[in-house]
Structure formats: structure tokens, C-alpha cells
């Protein structure tokens, strides 16, 4: 299918801001590769200089130190570059700090951190552009409608069936399984969550990069029994497109990916690899909606189904939700299951989940504006 190209929408930015904020979790959220012992969040304030604003938010998950160390970034790098000057779009001013940045990131051996502060910024400017037009964001970026299915994400290997029944009573109806922690937990989760949740219930799986091409084939035949909707990262993401059409061409599971990729060439060789039946950018740690849009469109004219990863705070959360309703198709918001009052408190399509899906309203830009004082207050409640 076809979306419609991006509008252009002048703009001068008169600051930024960045905020970082942490939530001690009670139960460490676990990963392949690593353990989050807290839930960070860095989000970006951008106010144009007819007193417009708007909100992003900078992809900070690891490691520990990585929402600090990208707020200095947005302050001592981007900053300079971006306040004070006129852009004829968010989508100029994202590809002004990309290009002003690139030999930084090849100098520094930072392109990660950079392209994620650019990423969180360029959220931060469409949501300054549709609340100054006063629609919201989907509606601006051509969207039909404000309804955005979703599905339960990141339940850990720790009794997931146990989580899986709490979100399904909330409304989820799709949900995704951590895997990659040694066979026999694996399976026994899966087995328990298809004891939970019954067969017909959408289940996808996450492996984190966590396999060897031996590895990846292995498990893909052990767990096909499951009926999983996709295998998500079985290979490390830098591994070569000859490893992932192997695996492909061994599996009927849908294999899915994207969060660890960036730049154009980068989706580019995944699309024309031909492997992933999902694709996954994340606006938050790549593109934000200038670079990701393209993307999308490529992704979808090429029948790929395009699911946005996401795994943080509130207002990257709001921004993918409403860059998949304008996308359309048929993907699904990946939402985080585990508790987080930086997500909670900044979504509240998300307090009414109806037959797995939300409804993003009519509220200008992404829905929600973030309060520091009130945040604080919601991790300190939580704790």
C-alpha cells in the first residue's frame, strides 16, 4: 500500500530541553544479552519561537549510564545546531544534525547515541508541528483513523503465563514471549502460556540476537509447534543476509526485525534481502518519523507487515502509536507488559484497551503533555 508524503511545516526552534527520568523496577526486566534493574527515560522538549512545543523521546535502555550520557549529547551537540535556526520541515532539520553529525559519529565511534538523540528531537518537532496545527499526529501525517491494535511485550521468563493473564484482562489480546534462556525454559514457557492463553490467541517470540545460525535452526523447529506469529532477532543483526535467508528458507515461522538497524542502506539491504516477513524500525533509537516514514512506505509497497518496536517511556510510545495509525495496514503497537509509571502515566489511550486495540483520540500532536512535578509523583507512588 501507498502513504502520503510527509507535509512541509517551517519552523525555528528557540530551545531544547532534555529531562531524564528513572523507575527503581521491583522486578529486573531480562533480556538475552543483559538485565534492566531500572526503567530510564530521556525525553526531549523543543519549543519554536512562536512558543509552540513539543515532546520526544531518546531510545536510552542500555546501557545503565545511557540516558545521561545522551541528554549531554542533546545539550552539548545537538543543541548548537538546532536553536536559533530556521528548517523548512522537521524532516530538514533531521537531515541538517544527521548530515552536521556524521563525521562525529565516525570520530567519536558514537553513531548509536547520536542517531537516537536525532531520532528523539525529530519525534519532539512533528509533535510541535500537529499541536501548532492543532490535529493530532496521525492526522497530520494523513492517517484514516486513531485506532491502533496492540499486544503485551517483554514478558520475562519468570513465570510469563502469570503477566500474560493480567494484561489479558486489561484488554490485550496479542502478546510476546522473551526467549533465548536455554531450551527447556523456553519451550516449558511457551507451553505454559498456550495452556494459558489458548491456542488461538496470537503469541510471537523474541529472541534478543541471542542464536547462532545452528542455534536459530534448532529452536525455530522446536518452537513451530506453537503456532507463533513471528521469531523476532534469532540472528545478531550484523550477521550477513546469507545466514538469514538459510534460516528463513529451513522455517515457516515469519521471521521479524528491524529495531537494530539504521540508515537507509541498512533497511534497504534487509528489504532487499527479501527475509523478514515484519519489519520493526524503532523511531526512538533511529530516523524518529523523517527517516522511519520513508521506510515504512518501502517496507509496505513491498507487502512486509511494519510493527514498530518500542520498549520505553510514554511519549515514544504515543509517537509510534500514531505513526502506525497513519501507516495503516495491519501491525500491531508493541507495548510493554511489565509495570512502568513512565509509560503508564504518559499513555492514556492505554487505560482503555478495547478488544485488543486503543483509540489515539482527536488530542493535538501525541495526546499528552509530560509534567515533571507530576512524573516524579508517579515513580515515587509506584515505588
Same mark, same amino acid.
Given at each position: 500500500?501507498?502513504?502520503?508524503?510527509?507535509?512541509?511545516?517551517?519552523?525555528?526552534?528557540?530551545?531544547?530541553?532534555?529531562?531524564?527520568?528513572?523507575?527503581?523496577?521491583?522486578?529486573?526486566?531480562?533480556t538475552s544479552f543483559g538485565v534492566m534493574h531500572d526503567r530510564p527515560a530521556l525525553f526531549v522538549r523543543v519549543e519554536d519561537?512562536?512558543?509552540?512545543?513539543?515532546w520526544g523521546e531518546v531510545w536510552c535502555n542500555f546501557p545503565g549510564c545511557g540516558a545521561?550520557?545522551?541528554?549531554?549529547?542533546?545539550?552539548?551537540?545537538?543543541?548548537?545546531?538546532?536553536?536559533?535556526?530556521?528548517?523548512?520541515?522537521?524532516?530538514?532539520?533531521?537531515a541538517q544534525l544527521s548530515d552536521a553529525t556524521a563525521v562525529l559519529a565516525i570520530q567519536s565511534g558514537e553513531p548509536g547515541p547520536?542517531?537516537?538523540?536525532?531520532?528523539?528531537?525529530?519525534?519532539?518537532?512533528?509533535?510541535?508541528?500537529?499541536?501548532r496545527a492543532g490535529v493530532p499526529l496521525w492526522r497530520l501525517l494523513g492517517g484514516a483513523h486513531g485506532r491502533v491494535p496492540v499486544y503485551a511485550s517483554g514478558l520475562n521468563p519468570d513465570r510469563p503465563e502469570e503477566l500474560a493473564l493480567?494484561?489479558?484482562?486489561?484488554?490485550?489480546?496479542?502478546?510476546?514471549?522473551?526467549?533465548?534462556f536455554g531450551e527447556e525454559r523456553d519451550l516449558a514457557n511457551l507451553t505454559a502460556l498456550r495452556a494459558a492463553l489458548g491456542d488461538d490467541t496470537p503469541l510471537m517470540v523474541d529472541a534478543n540476537q541471542a542464536w547462532s545460525l545452528a542455534q536459530a535452526q534448532h529452536m525455530a523447529a522446536r518452537i513451530a509447534p506453537f =503456532?507463533? +506469529?513471528?521469531?523476532? *532477532? $534469532?540472528? &545478531?543483526?550484523?550477521?550477513?543476509?546469507?545466514?538469514?535467508?538459510?534460516?528463513?528458507?529451513g522455517t515457516s515461522l515469519p521471521l521479524a526485525g528491524g529495531e537494530n538497524l539504521a540508515g537507509d542502506a541498512a533497511f534497504d539491504a534487509a528489504l532487499q534481502a527479501r527475509v523478514f516477513t515484519v519489519l520493526q524500525p524503532d523511531a526512538a533509537k533511529w530516523g524518529g518519523i523523517s527517516g522511519c516514514w520513508p521506510v515504512i512506505r518501502r517496507a509496505q509497497a513491498a507487502?512486509?507487515?511494519?510493527?514498530?518496536?518500542?520498549?520505553?517511556?510514554?511519549?515514544?510510545?504515543?509517537?509510534?502509536?500514531?505513526?502506525?495509525?497513519?501507516?495503516?495496514?495491519?501491525?500491531?503497537?508493541?507495548?510493554?507488559?511489565?509495570?512502568?509509571?513512565?509509560?503508564?502515566?504518559?499513555?492514556?489511550?492505554?487505560?482503555?484497551?478495547?478488544?485488543?486495540?486503543?483509540?489515539?483520540?482527536?488530542?493535538? =500532536?501525541? +495526546?499528552?503533555?509530560? *509534567? $515533571?512535578? &507530576?512524573?516524579?509523583?508517579?515513580?515515587?507512588?509506584?515505588?
Open positions: 500500500m501507498s502513504i502520503a508524503a510527509l507535509p512541509e511545516l517551517p519552523l525555528t526552534i528557540a530551545r531544547l530541553e532534555a529531562m531524564v527520568f528513572r523507575y527503581p523496577v521491583k522486578t529486573p526486566v531480562r519561537t512562536e512558543g509552540a512545543v513539543g545521561e550520557h545522551r541528554a549531554r549529547l542533546l545539550e552539548t551537540v545537538m543543541a548548537p545546531l538546532l536553536v536559533q535556526r530556521a528548517f523548512g520541515s522537521p524532516q530538514a532539520a533531521f547520536i542517531a537516537q538523540a536525532i531520532a528523539g528531537i525529530d519525534l519532539a518537532l512533528w509533535d510541535l508541528c500537529a499541536r493480567r494484561r489479558h484482562a486489561e484488554g490485550y489480546r496479542a502478546f510476546k514471549l522473551k526467549v533465548g =503456532g507463533l +506469529g513471528w521469531l523476532e *532477532e $534469532p540472528l &545478531r543483526a550484523d550477521r550477513p543476509w546469507s545466514e538469514w535467508r538459510t534460516l528463513q528458507q507487502g512486509l507487515r511494519y510493527c514498530p518496536h518500542y520498549l520505553g517511556a510514554g511519549v515514544g510510545l504515543l509517537a509510534s502509536a500514531h505513526l502506525l495509525a497513519a501507516a495503516g495496514g495491519d501491525g500491531m503497537l508493541e507495548v510493554d507488559a511489565n509495570p512502568n509509571p513512565l509509560r503508564t502515566t504518559l499513555s492514556p489511550p492505554l487505560q482503555r484497551i478495547e478488544n485488543g486495540a486503543i483509540d489515539l483520540g482527536e488530542t493535538p =500532536g501525541i +495526546g499528552v503533555e509530560p *509534567e $515533571p512535578a &507530576r512524573i516524579a509523583d508517579a515513580i515515587a507512588s509506584a515505588l
